[in-house]
């Protein structure tokens, strides 16, 4: 019921840059809280950020001082800036809503994007 839809992936050079995007859509009161995943071949999905309703943000140590989230919640949108980016950043970035209130039914779920390639290479 509830879509994530991500863009923003793409093709960099180390050093550069790109802005991730990710908007939820559907019968949405409030999402708890929204972060970003990858996954590189061959490797464990692991969290690179996310944000609270509060604005408290996780990172992970890989990323902490060149990524940033935030998010707007009247667009029910979370950003991620990626700065200073590396070739071990390439993988494919998902994006996450936890607790998400349903405003019709008022129950709670959590969704998942399809996933945006982020490529960093020379």
């Known amino acids: 019921q509830v879509q994530l839809v991500e863009s923003g992936g793409g093709l960099v050079q180390p050093g550069g840059s790109l802005r991730l995007s990710c908007t939820a859509s559907?019968?949405?009161?409030?999402?708890?809280?929204m972060g970003w995943y990858r996954q590189a071949p061959g490797k464990q999905r692991e969290l690179v950020a996310s944000?609270?309703?509060?604005?408290?943000?996780k990172y992970a140590d890989s990323v902490k001082g060149r990524f940033t989230i935030s998010r707007d919640n009247a667009k029910n949108t979370v950003y991620l800036q990626m700065n200073s980016l590396k070739p071990e950043d390439t993988a494919v970035y998902y994006c996450?809503?936890?607790?998400?209130?349903?405003?019709?039914?008022?129950?709670?779920?959590?969704?998942w994007g399809q996933g945006t390639q982020v490529t960093v290479s020379s």
């Open positions: 996450n809503a936890d607790r998400i209130l349903d405003s019709i039914w008022h129950q709670f779920y959590d969704a």
């Open positions: 559907g019968s949405i009161f409030s999402i708890n809280t």
């Open positions: 944000i609270n309703t509060g604005g408290s943000t």
